[in-house]
């Protein structure tokens, strides 16, 4: 018999099984995203029923099968209980899950990415940050993250430092002298290039601290919906759902 192990991390997902029990996808900060079941968590006096619901971060006791982990205890530090509370905000939220649940690869652990869910799950929480910004920063710190970071600190052309437009074919920007014999591009202003500079290289703890003027804010929003939609092309339910409601 295998002994039980720890494992710290973000409920991504929690599904029902059978009349009483749950699946449940983990991100976890030792083995990345798991997936473990949660024997009689849907019962109304089951011990498990606060640990298996979703966004809840903490710590999970697991045991460990041949194809998935069984949920055995744990302690929850973080219920997130204001992105419950909202409906937008569970919309946003569990965007940001499904996003890692299709992003992250089974038992491969990266801090970064459990980190990165949980600044945002946090950010939701600040009303003096615009979920719309909370978006678009998330998106593209997840591609960063995941390597597939936007070329955005010199021209993709020449390497020149300055640059003054958006290029989504070469997946990063142009200067100005390649601009003009370059199609499909978007120039930019400084503001908004530097704050996609910033979102990119930031760390995770100062990278929901700002926000922008509805002029940068929408040159900013352009830009990441085409880069992140070119890397990502699933459809996720959870935008069609946050769709309706905005």
Do not use: W
């Amino acid at each position: 018999m295998r002994d039980k192990i720890d494992l710290n991390g973000i409920v991504l997902s929690s599904m029902p099984v059978g009349d009483y029990d749950k699946r449940l996808v983990l991100l976890t900060k030792e083995r990345g995203k798991i997936t473990a079941f949660a024997r009689g968590a849907r019962k109304p006096n089951s011990p498990y029923l606060g640990l298996s619901e979703p966004f809840n971060f903490g710590t999970f006791s697991l045991m460990e099968g041949f194809d998935a982990y069984r949920l055995v205890g744990g302690e929850v530090k973080e219920y997130f209980l204001d992105v419950k509370n909202d409906i937008e905000g569970i919309c946003y939220g569990t965007y940001f899950c499904d996003v890692m649940e299709y992003l992250n690869v089974d038992g491969i652990g990266d801090i970064n990415m459990l980190n990165l869910l949980y600044v945002s799950l946090r950010a939701l929480m600040n009303p003096a940050i615009p979920n719309a910004l909370i978006r678009r920063i998330f998106e593209l710190k997840v591609l960063a993250i995941d390597g597939e970071a936007m070329a955005a600190f010199s021209c993709v052309k020449c390497g020149e430092k300055m640059v003054t437009a958006f290029y989504l074919a070469g997946d990063g920007m142009v200067c100005d002298t390649c601009c003009a014999g370059t199609p499909q591009v978007k120039r930019l202003s400084q503001s908004a290039i530097y704050t996609i500079q910033y979102i990119i290289s930031t760390s995770l703890d100062k990278l929901y601290t700002f926000q922008l003027t509805d002029d940068v804010f929408y040159e900013v929003d352009a830009v990441v919906e085409r880069y992140f939609n070119k890397h990502v092309t699933k459809k996720f339910n959870s935008l069609e759902i946050l769709s309706s409601l905005t």
